[in-house]
């Protein structure tokens, strides 16, 4: 395995470097450290590159990702290092996420991306179609992963955690009397004032069944009570000022005060709570939270098999998964990771044990095979 | 290289007469075929498959299901109120940009044009910080005492028909100002010379011989708006749910491609009936050239 090392070398200790020289520090001082440190290796990369790969040819390298501050820190974290590593390989990416047409490729066998990230939900629905391809594992090093990276679903490489999270406005309850709970989410009397939720049934159910007084680690809260869901979701339905759909539209809603309570993505919240000094605040009780299944894989059918491996041996390391929770406070699966980062950091991850201890976790077996039918029920419950 | 003198030889004559629409033409119509026509066909026939059988069972769907007969209501209602709202204060517009005064209609052709580069989503988005609770004009009206509590502007039938309104201007503008431009103005001036005041040359000349452009901005200006998605998923309610929403949910959420491709089928069906209609009733192709207006 020692003659892969060399290929990430130098990706490494660029990461290394600027993780340490800006640990407590904010995005920002990470964003310019690892700019200059990227500058400092120019040279050395060129030449590192040539001696790996004197007189090989630019080789592409396609992946897809939700695009906006999402490619920013994939780039930062995981691809620009990993290019200056790899000068032959030029990666290049499609936005935005879009797993309907990657399907749609793979029944005409004619898939363009190589490797990529999926969302939880859609790394079973892949799997289920035959679309990931395995993986060798003699070109990627296990002992670099925790071991939860790769037992969670085979030939992934689990990469990253997302939390659904409750935020609320801090001018508006100041004290430590703020809403605290999903069912404090449905009380208007005791906490008034405009909310919002996502337009996805995955979230707006687990969380109407959680306000309606269910243990968020009951082992029967799947399959989803729909029925006592909606009956749940009548009440709140004339508070809710917005369902939204795009991540934008989160953090314009807090950045302009549009409402008090709503659901969140937890990087959005962090992104405008930290970078945009917004007044409002992460409740992590009855989070709703991914897991650890959404990760990398390479897809049946990739053109550049070789390289995506090469990329995977990289993306899963400490390194990278600590540089990408710096960038868009998504939370590492390397647990290795947490070594990298400040504490008082870590705690705003979803994988902080802390954070997972209180959150409820979606049961994405279940959804992968339900979620079209919610979605029919609830849109129609929506609409209505 | 030698100037060629005209040659009359009837058969080149001939050759360059198939040969330069084909050439000019060409490249279009390949493309239009192909990456239109072609998959518009396979979207049609992919509408009436289930399970390698011919079925018109997603159709079925379409209708027994109310979310998409609502959505498709929705949208119709929406868009007609769009199109007139647009009609209505895009008419005197296009009327001061023919008669008005020369600099200021400079001016005022600048600012119709300006907003129609900007992004439908940029256009869309500026709305949400005009009209939110802390937005401009609600903390104007505040200011001002004319109201205590921020009023809910956002996210209802009213904020989607002005974010509309306000992205098909421009358009509704420009299709009446060029129509207005072809009018012959000597005619309104013989009736004011024969005693007509300019309110009844206006009314008696001027507006029945714009008729014609306004046929023909009101169709292609309802036309776009029945496409509309970011502007109702960002300004509007679960309420306004238009139909190019619900074919997106049904394709990237769903996955259920057949009825993604009946909805935006039974769209276009729709849409070519109300244009035929809409012909038979205005005859708008005299607007294009065909028989004089």
């Known amino acids: 395995m020692r003659h892969h090392e060399k290929d990430k070398e130098l990706a490494l200790s660029l990461l290394r470097e600027a993780l340490d020289e800006t640990r407590g520090l904010d995005r920002r001082a990470f964003v310019k450290k690892l700019g200059q440190v990227a500058a400092g290796s120019a040279i050395l990369g060129s030449f590192m590159g040539m001696a790996g790969s004197a007189g090989a040819q630019t080789r592409t390298l396609t992946t897809m990702n939700w695009g906006g501050s999402f490619q920013e820190a994939m780039v930062g974290a995981f691809i620009s290092p990993f290019e200056k590593n790899n000068p032959a390989i030029k990666v290049q990416y499609l936005t935005p996420y879009n797993f309907a047409k990657l399907v749609a490729a793979h029944q005409a066998k004619a898939q363009e991306v190589d490797t990529l990230t999926l969302a939880s939900v859609d790394m079973l629905r892949a799997q289920e179609a035959g679309m990931f391809q395995p993986l060798d594992w003699s070109k990627i090093d296990k002992t670099k992963l925790s071991e939860q990276q790769y037992t969670t679903l085979p030939n992934t490489i689990s990469s990253l955690t997302l939390s659904d999270v409750m935020v609320f406005n801090k001018k508006k309850w100041p004290s430590g009397n703020h809403p605290k709970s999903w069912a404090d989410f449905w009380d208007v009397k005791k906490f008034p004032g405009p909310r919002a939720l996502e337009r996805q049934a995955n979230k707006a159910i687990p969380i109407a069944l959680m306000a309606d007084g269910m243990d968020p680690k009951d082992p029967k809260f799947y399959p989803l009570d729909v029925y006592r869901a909606f009956k749940k979701l009548n009440e709140i339905k004339p508070h809710i000022k917005k369902w939204f759909t795009q991540g934008g539209e989160q953090q314009q809603m807090i950045e302009n005060e549009e409402v008090d309570l709503l659901l969140m993505w937890n990087g959005r919240a962090a992104d405008s709570i930290l970078k945009n000094k917004v007044s409002y605040e992460i409740v992590w009780n009855q989070a709703l939270y991914t897991g650890i299944l959404q990760g990398w894989a390479i897809l049946t059918g990739a053109k550049n098999p070789d390289d995506a491996h090469k990329l995977l041996d990289f993306v899963g390391r400490a390194e990278p998964q600590a540089a990408f929770a710096r960038l868009i406070y998504y939370g590492p699966a390397n647990l290795k990771a947490y070594d990298l980062l400040e504490p008082a950091f870590g705690k705003l991850m979803p994988s902080h044990p802390d954070n997972v201890k209180v959150a409820h976790q979606y049961d994405y077996r279940w959804l992968s095979t339900n979620l079209t039918e919610i979605t029919r029920k609830f849109e129609a419950w929506l609409t209505a | ?293």
């Open chain 2, 1 to 293: 290289m030698t100037v060629p003198v005209a040659d009359p030889a009837p058969a080149r004559m001939s050759l360059n007469r198939a040969l330069v629409p084909a050439l000019l033409l060409g490249p279009t119509l390949l493309w239009i075929f192909f990456f239109f026509l072609w998959p518009l066909g396979l979207m049609v026939w992919q509408s009436f498959i289930v399970k390698d059988a011919f079925s018109l069972d997603h159709y079925a769907s379409l209708f027994t299901t109310p979310i998409y007969a609502r959505a498709l209501w929705t949208t119709f209602e929406i868009s007609i109120i769009c199109t007139v709202g647009s009609l209505i204060l895009g008419y005197p517009v296009a009327y001061y940009l023919v008669v008005g005064d020369a600099r200021i209609r400079a001016v005022v052709m600048i600012l119709v044009i300006i907003p129609y580069w900007l992004d439908y989503i940029v256009r869309s988005f500026s709305w949400l910080i005009l009209f939110g609770r802390r937005g401009l004009v609600n903390r104007f009206l505040i200011d001002i005492g004319l109201i205590t509590e921020p009023l809910q502007l956002l996210y209802n039938l009213g904020s989607v028909l002005v974010g509309m309104i306000q992205i098909m201007l421009p358009l509704m503008i420009l299709t009446l100002f060029g129509a207005m431009l072809r009018i012959n103005r000597q005619l309104v001036a013989a009736a004011e010379i024969h005693g007509a005041s300019p309110w009844r040359a206006f009314w008696s000349v001027f507006f029945p011989l714009s008729l014609p452009g306004v046929y023909a901005a009101f169709l292609l200006v309802f036309i776009i708006s029945l496409g509309f998605y970011i502007t109702p998923a960002l300004l509007g309610s679960p309420k306004e749910t238009m139909i190019s929403q619900i074919i997106m949910l049904v394709a990237t959420e769903l996955f259920d491609w057949p009825l993604a491709s009946a909805a935006g089928v039974l769209l276009l069906a729709v849409t070519i009936a109300v244009v035929i209609a809409y012909n038979r009733a205005f005859s708008i192709e005299r607007l294009w050239g065909g028989k004089e207006a």
